[in-house]
């Protein structure tokens, strides 16, 4: 058995729209880092830390047949600063000011991790530019409430779409898991996607877009 520890319902999503079948756990750990951490070692620490508190719940609940945990992170880069999830409104239109019209990066932290203590953390870099925002389309965003449980203040399936001009890398990865590199990672641990043909009855709308 997979077992997905997030609270992210995008994560649950991208997975299942893949053709994973997989357990869900909560994985409650503090997200904060030593002074000074750099973000790719930052979102690997917290990728692991998920994978870790995942694989403690799934043995508290008396889970068994594991093949492994999974636990990621995702964090947005802005030059050398780490934006996580805005902390109130204020904040996340702070931080879409400070993105508008610039390059950042999108780091997601991947982790796998199973009962015998095999452990593989990898972190998948996505770039992506933004517009010039107004400070209109800014306050009209954040006061739709979506930009407040996501890295960065914002969800590229989303209404963030129409700031984006470019993107490099994993679409995926933006929205918290790469399925390209993950799908291939877990094949590698003998995990197949068993329910491919469930894919594509959305009518053209993914379902993680459709959870924004
Ligand atoms: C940049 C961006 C982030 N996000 C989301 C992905 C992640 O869910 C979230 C970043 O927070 P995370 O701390 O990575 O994840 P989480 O708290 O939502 O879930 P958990 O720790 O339980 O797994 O931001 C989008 O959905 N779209 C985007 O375009």
Do not use: C
Not at 162 to 185: C, D, H, R
């Amino acid at each position: 058995m997979l077992v997905l520890a997030s609270t992210s319902p995008r994560r649950a999503m991208l997975l299942q729209e893949a053709g994973f079948l997989f357990e869900t756990v909560k994985s409650i750990v503090s997200e904060t880092l030593p002074v000074g951490m750099l973000p790719k070692p930052g979102v690997r620490e917290l990728a692991e830390r998920k994978a870790r508190a995942g694989l403690k719940q799934w043995l508290e609940l008396g889970g068994n047949s594991l093949d492994a945990v999974l636990g990621a992170d995702t964090m947005v880069v802005l030059d050398t600063r780490i934006l996580g999830k805005p902390a109130n409104p204020q904040e996340a239109e702070e931080m879409l000011h400070d993105l508008s019209g610039r390059n950042h990066a999108v780091l997601t932290g991947v982790a796998l991790l199973n009962g015998l203590g095999k452990l593989k953390i990898e972190v998948i870099e996505t770039s992506v530019v933004f517009r010039p925002i107004s400070t209109e389309e800014i306050k009209d965003y954040v006061s739709s409430g979506e930009p407040m449980d996501k890295a960065g203040a914002y969800g590229i399936q989303g209404g963030a779409k129409k700031f984006v001009t470019a993107i490099e890398g994993s679409l995926t990865n933006v929205i918290g898991l790469p399925m390209e590199y993950l799908t291939e990672q877990l094949k590698a641990w003998g995990i197949e996607q068993i329910n491919i043909a469930s894919r594509g009855v959305n009518h053209g709308v993914s379902a993680s877009e459709r959870f924004t």
